[in-house]
């Protein structure tokens, strides 16, 4: 998301409105990933210990600066489109500032719970969360890693198998200017 | 990011509160900003722009004036207070990272004499931006209110010198003269994103209109200001000068800039293709001369209680420059600039000025007001002052050139030939529509 040039007119406006007004960036982030590839999470789950797949994604950001991050809040829809097995399902979102640090259990910034999938059912979800304080910090950067993760639980005896396919996907970003 | 933000912040700072600091807030004298900016008699403006006031004598003007006024500066106590170590502070450090221009150029203008009663808070709203691939829409909220319709910037012509000898009502001198005018306005397409919260759309061009003009020189000058008729209480008074302006240098850039979208709003590695050209024309100091004619004309009538005066300044004003260089310059996907002509004449005009000034004394009450315009919109001011024994009483109401309304009130008390005065003042800036107070003080020899 190469979103520098809009911070010129964005921040324009948070200059214009300057004083304790907060600045909120709502943006969907669902109509970067749309149709590459990047909307979908194949899992494959074998009978027996839980399994998970995963996706990565960097995403550049403006840099807040000296402005300060206040909170960032998700949410999103979701289809668990299962194609075969029976089991359950979950999205884990990684956060951290370069991608092997994605990896860190300590970089999950939000868990989608686990969804019961079986057969060919498609199973709709929601995606809701805020980011913790330490998440928050990494959207002051230049740029974050995510890593996107689908987890599950195969309580049947055939290969549990399918795709959580990502429908909608918002951040609320709102930011306390500290610019004056 | 921070230096786009504090570049847009510095156009709206400059942009709204250079007016009014051209036109009033360089006052140090507590009694004038007590009667909201007048001027009287010799005071302020009216000497400047009007040339029949040279031969007013200063005491039938002088309507309970002083002879000296001195400022006390109290705001740069609280000034030296809110920023004890300047020379490190960061804010005002170009070379440190929290340098703030803003505040700088906030400085400037707002020169910190005056003590500040009640700061003119600046507008507290959300504003709220909505980001898709394929869309943006921003939200300014009630901040919208503060981006510019029309066309916006500061300009100004001044007098920074005037020497020279004179006898009997003609005087010979030769005057510095110096014209800015820098002036912006938002394209369409940009005004409707900014102030309507219009998504932005595909292969579209947002873009500023930009004027920026500067020039200057000195003008050898013949003037004459006497009394036409009636005598010392009750006369008549006519001025004007003749000005040869000699233009040492200018330069002038008229352009536009801005951006063009895509066929998606963030597709691709490069979302935006910046766009921009002016046509800029220039004459270096060394260069030949500019020269132009013009003059002044004004008059005044003093009649016992009542003074009346119409001055104007720099009519028929153009400057000739004979020798002027035009160079191009184009920005797309590269940018090039190439020379359009040289050694060619062109011309510029200086702003026409004029102030029209009444005042009217009754017993130990003075009213009056003025007009002033120097080429920007006029200012107003309407005031007046009762003297009760050793106190007196003043207020005042002006309009500023943003068409706003300002109040200023005060009081003195004079002891012999000295006299201490206090003033209030109130002011917006350029953030926002509520008014803030300050305070001049300052001593004055009768």
């Known amino acids: ?180 | 990011m921070r230096t786009f933000v504090l570049g847009f912040g510095l156009v709206v700072l400059v942009g709204g509160a250079a007016a009014p600091a051209a036109a009033q807030w360089l006052v140090t004298d507590a009694r004038r900003i007590g009667m909201g900016g007048l001027s009287l008699g010799r005071s302020g403006s009216l000497e400047r722009y009007n040339p029949a006031y040279r031969a007013v004598p200063r005491q039938a003007t002088l309507r309970g004036q002083p002879k000296l006024t001195i400022p006390i500066p109290l705001g740069i106590i609280q000034f030296l207070h809110d920023h004890p170590h300047l020379s490190s502070d960061p804010a005002f450090d170009p070379k440190s990272s929290g340098f703030n221009p803003i505040l700088v150029v906030n400085t400037i203008l707002n020169l910190p004499l005056y003590l500040e009663v009640k700061k003119a808070p600046t507008p507290t709203n959300d504003v709220a931006f909505t980001i898709g691939q394929d869309s943006l829409v921003v939200n300014l909220g009630a901040a919208a209110e503060l981006v510019p319709e029309d066309q916006f910037g500061i300009s100004g012509s001044s007098r920074p010198f005037s020497p020279g000898f004179g006898f009997k009502g003609l005087r010979i001198g030769v005057m510095g003269w110096v014209h800015d005018d820098v002036e912006f306005q938002l394209g369409d397409t940009l005004l409707g994103f900014l102030r309507d919260s219009q998504p932005a759309r595909h292969n579209t061009r947002y873009s500023v209109l930009l004027h920026g003009l500067v020039e200057g020189g000195f003008a050898p000058t013949v003037s004459y200001a006497g009394r036409i008729a009636g005598d010392s209480t009750h006369g008549f008074y006519a001025g004007g000068a003749v000005h040869y302006y000699v233009g040492v240098g200018y330069g002038r850039t008229d352009g536009d800039a801005g951006f063009i979208t895509g066929d998606t709003i963030f597709g691709g590695a490069n979302p935006v293709t910046p766009d921009g050209r002016t046509l800029t024309q220039y004459s270096k100091p060394g260069n030949t001369f500019g020269h132009g004619i013009g003059g002044d004309i004004g008059v005044a009538w003093v009649s016992g209680p009542i003074e009346i005066g119409v001055g104007v300044n720099d009519i028929g004003a153009t400057i000739t420059w004979p020798d002027t260089r035009l160079d191009s310059a184009f920005y797309h996907d590269s940018s090039y600039s190439k020379p359009v002509a040289n050694h060619v004449e062109t011309k510029t005009k200086l702003p026409v000025s004029y102030i029209a000034n009444l005042a009217y004394t009754v017993g130990n009450t003075t009213l009056g007001a003025d007009v002033l315009n120097t080429g920007r919109g006029s200012v107003v001011h309407v005031g007046g002052e009762q003297r009760i024994g050793l106190f007196a009483v003043r207020g005042g109401v002006a309009r500023d050139q943003r068409k706003r309304i300002e109040f200023g009130f005060g009081g003195g008390v004079r002891f012999g030939g000295l006299g201490l005065d206090v003033g209030f003042w109130t002011h917006t800036n350029s953030l926002s529509n509520e008014r803030g107070v300050t305070m001049a003080t300052s001593l004055s020899i009768y």
């Open chain 1, 1 to 180: 998301m190469r979103t520098k040039w809009l911070w010129v007119v964005a921040l324009a406006g948070v200059a214009a409105g300057c004083g304790e007004g907060h600045a909120i960036f709502n943006v969907d982030v669902y109509s970067f990933i749309k149709g590459t590839g990047r909307d979908t999470i194949p899992y494959f789950v074998p009978p027996g210990p839980p399994a998970s797949a995963s996706t990565f994604q960097r995403i550049d950001l403006p840099g807040a600066g000296s402005s300060f991050v206040d909170s960032v809040i998700v949410n999103g829809k979701m289809s668990l489109e299962n194609q075969a097995g029976t089991g359950s399902i979950g999205l884990q979102l990684f956060i951290a500032a370069d991608s092997a640090g994605t990896l860190n259990s300590s970089a999950l910034a939000l868990t989608v719970p686990d969804a019961a999938v079986s057969g060919t059912a498609v199973t709709p979800d929601t995606i809701v969360g805020r980011f913790n304080d330490a998440v928050i910090q990494l959207f002051t950067g230049s740029q974050l890693w995510i890593r996107l993760q689908a987890k599950g639980t195969n309580s049947g005896v055939i290969l549990l198998q399918g795709k959580a396919v990502i429908k909608s996907l918002w951040l609320t970003v709102v930011i306390n200017d500290k610019l004056f």
